[in-house]
């Protein structure tokens, strides 16, 4: 119905009488409830989180081949080029691994700690950037009855699970595709558990972080100066320990959380490449968790109340 | 005595920075359960400003916002529950559809999705917007993005509605099916809070104005009032077919005039108030009358006389 039509359907007598509300059912609860007499305006927290979460699932599904495309291409390709053929054409970095591992096992928790890692970052923090910065759309969401950082939390708790989805995503790509034998073997699930739930949180709210900092127009700078060297360095394609040889930058690295998500799930998926030790990645990885969750809150409530 | 709902009282807002802007430099007034309130004021006279901490989305340099009795600044949560707001842009989900966006605002409000899905069908009908369930908010006219906002924003039955600038951009029969919708809900008892800098949107909608400037209020009354305050209710200028000095002291002696003033080709004369135009006509029907026109007084005129300039529009 155009404006016109609505004018001339006059609005008043659709509106405001009582006669013809009563038709409409339920519609004079509308009128009472305006009048403050039926309503109680009570406050609860975890129903608006929920609601809020229920709202980031809704876009989310309404979006799940393209997410799940997006998120399985780059690491499918990779491990189709270096794991599948490059063995198959004779070309291939064993590394200096030895020890009889392939490439393929080093590859299985990189890929997947990648893929887990970009993934909150991307879904929390590309849409933010443009919802703080150009659309606005966040000031309905900002007036729903809680504490804004409760809203900025929603978002890491929600960048977290897509974060968890990418890395089941991957998992079975980078076990089944590549043709070198994938040595994985889990001797530790609560470990496991505990890793990638920190991953996941950490990508989250990495994602909250870089959304409320990012200005929209400098999101392609963001990629160049940020996420390709996260990940090219992050012990992806190689163990950390394997770095000796160029100690400065074994060292360098280790300013990068990538690399305890990467060192930490070659622990727990895959025991026998050399990895950090346990106490070491989970240090580094729940300071890192600490010191992002702060800050996006913090970075957050900041933009959405001046 | 009348409901309060809305108290602000000596608000101060300076945004820090290289150069901080003194958007708004202690402003106070009160709003009445049931009133339309117009905060009218030309661009950066800090409208926006006040809007944004009453409804807890900038925080004030000093202080406070009082909304259904419960502190805006210090209970922020308590307070959201009781209003709604319609911000300067379109802020509909552009993820969601029309349902959708009335759907999860209800779900932010604590709604079961049963409650909501209700609501939100309800809002649907109430706004006449069932044809439209399915569309995405950017392929909505403006007139109806408004509307869906308005729907949204009383979804959770507000007893205080904020608009900031409902019409700017909207085409004249969009402007005036919202001012319909905006008086439909006053009927029903939502107090409206409405920043405007259209002078005929104040007067139309608006109980009461406050002018805004320099992030001050210069004057707060009922549009009737601020216009009487020029001095005059009523112009009416009148064209004779042959002016008299005569006939001119004979209307300035009648007592619905207040005063007389000859232009070029015509009389302009100053009313008592506007129920006096029928009998200074019918005078000057009997001195041969040719041409009349009515000129009521506008609050542009009120702002150009309390501030010296023309809005900017
Ligand atoms: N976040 C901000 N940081 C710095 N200055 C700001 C900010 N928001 C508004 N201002 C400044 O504060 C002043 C008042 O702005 P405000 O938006 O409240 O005005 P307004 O009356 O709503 O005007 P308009 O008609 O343009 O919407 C302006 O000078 C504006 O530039
Ligand atoms: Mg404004």
Known sequence: MTDQDFVNSGVDSTLTKPSNLDQQGSAPSFRTALNGTTISYKVSSGRTFYGLMARDLRVLSKNLGEFASRTAMQPFLFVFVFAYLFPKIGQGFSGSVGRNISFATILVPGLVGVAATMSGIMAVGLPLAIDLGVTKEIEDRAMAPVPVWLIGLEKIVFGAIQSLISALIVFPLVILIPSTPVQVHVANWPLLILVIFLACLISGAFGLTLGSMVQPVKIGLMFSLLVLPLTMLGCIYYPWSSLSSVRWLQIAVLINPMVYVSEGLRDVLTPALPHMAVWAFLMALMITAAVLLFAGLKLFTRRVMS | ?313
């Open chain 2, 1 to 313: 005595m009348k409901e309060k709902v809305l108290q602000v009282v000596e608000l101060v807002k300076t945004y820090t920075g290289l150069r901080p802007v003194h958007a708004v430099r202690g402003i106070s007034f009160d709003v009445m359960k049931g009133e339309i309130f117009g905060l009218l004021g030309p661009n950066g006279a800090g409208k926006t400003t006040t809007v944004g901490i009453a409804t807890t989305r900038v925080v004030p340099t000093s202080g406070t916002v009082l909304v259904d009795s419960v502190n805006a600044i210090s209970d922020p949560q308590n307070a959201k529950m009781r209003m709604g707001v319609v911000t300067q842009f379109n802020t509909l989900d552009r993820s969601l559809n029309v349902r959708e966006n009335l759907y999860y605002h209800c779900r932010y409000f604590g709604y079961s999705s049963k409650e909501a899905k209700a609501r939100a069908d309800e809002l649907l009908e109430l706004f006449q917007l069932t044809d439209k369930v399915k569309s995405k908010p950017i392929d909505l006219s403006g007139g109806l993005a408004q509307r869906v906002q308005l729907a949204r924003a009383i979804a959770h039955y507000p007893k205080l509605l904020f608009l900031d600038e409902p019409t700017a951009g909207l085409d004249p029969q969009s402007r005036l099916a919202l001012w319909e919708v905006v008086k439909v809900l006053q009927e029903q008892g939502v107090t409206v809070i409405l920043t405007t800098h259209y002078m005929e949107e104040a007067d139309v909608l608006c109980d009461r104005v406050a002018i805004v400037d320099h992030g001050k209020i210069l004057k707060v009354d009922t549009p009737e009032n601020l216009k009487k305050s020029l001095g005059a209710s009523t112009f009416l200028d009148l064209k004779f077919v042959e002016t008299t000095t005569d006939d001119l002291s004979k209307i300035e002696a009648m007592d619905e005039v207040l005063e007389i003033e000859q232009l070029t080709d015509r009389v302009r004369i100053s009313l008592k108030d506007s129920d006096s135009v029928a009998i200074v006509i019918q005078k000057a029907v009997t001195m041969g009358l040719k041409d009349v026109s009515i000129i009521e007084p506008t609050l542009e005129s009120v702002f150009i006389k309390l501030t010296g300039r023309e809005l900017r529009d």
